[in-house]
């Protein structure tokens, strides 16, 4: 979290609730209307109906205020626990999917770049979207080990790559139809599964 926002949020009056679910909505909204470019911190203001001095007490910049909105701290915040290796990594790997192929087109590339330019948001990315992957996958891991599932256990950072490298590819170096995602995801986990259980059959 960037020190001004921080700041921002010491002291004073509660937070209103109500003003975040109409930023998120106005963030959303203009996402799709206009695009990720051209999206502004005074257009969701009046979109949303609040002042923009609320948004900068929540946001410090435009790149941190959609960050957040796409990237709730919900987000695999615990590891699924859906009975065996298979589920499990479908669970996560549908999050993740969802996650990038939801928001208007251009968005994630334009984030992306955006938050490898600036170092305190990459910080921020990494530790609420890479490392909440790696932990969840990890928690994911040490069940499938206690199931007798593992004949060998596979880097969670490997995993990790194995899962996203192909979506984020699929959508938006090779631009292919998020409609045809589950063919993708579907040959994503056969391969998890050889990766982290060698000879293991398929389970549903």
């Known amino acids: 979290m960037s020190a001004r926002k921080q700041a921002g949020n010491q002291g004073g009056r509660p937070r209103d609730s109500r003003v975040d679910v109409a930023v998120a909505a106005a963030v959303r909204e ?17 979109r949303a109906g609040v002042g923009k001095a609320a948004i900068y007490r929540r946001h410090a910049t435009k790149q941190e205020m959609i960050f957040d909105v796409l990237l709730p701290d ?13 589920a499990d990594l479908a669970a996560v790997l549908a999050e993740v999917v969802d996650g990038m192929a939801a928001p208007p087109p251009g968005t994630i590339p334009g984030l992306l770049a955006d938050i490898h330019a600036d170092p305190a948001l990459r910080a921020r990315f990494e530790e609420k979207y890479l490392h909440a992957q790696r932990r969840t996958l990890t928690g994911i891991l040490d069940r499938a080990a206690a199931r007798g599932e593992l004949a060998a256990r596979p880097d969670p950072a490997a995993l990790n790559a194995l899962l996203v490298g192909p979506v984020f ?3 938006f170096l090779l631009s292919e139809s998020p409609e045809r995602l589950p063919a993708l995801t579907s040959a994503l986990l056969d391969a998890a599964l050889a990766l982290a259980a060698p000879g293991a059959g398929r389970e549903s």
Do not use: C, K, N
């Open 30 to 46: 203009l996402l799709a209307e206009v695009g990720y470019a051209r999206l502004t911190m005074a257009e969701v203001a009046s």
């Open 169 to 171: 590819a699929w959508l």
């Open 74 to 86: 919900s987000f695999l915040a615990t590891a699924p626990d859906r009975g065996s290796l298979r």
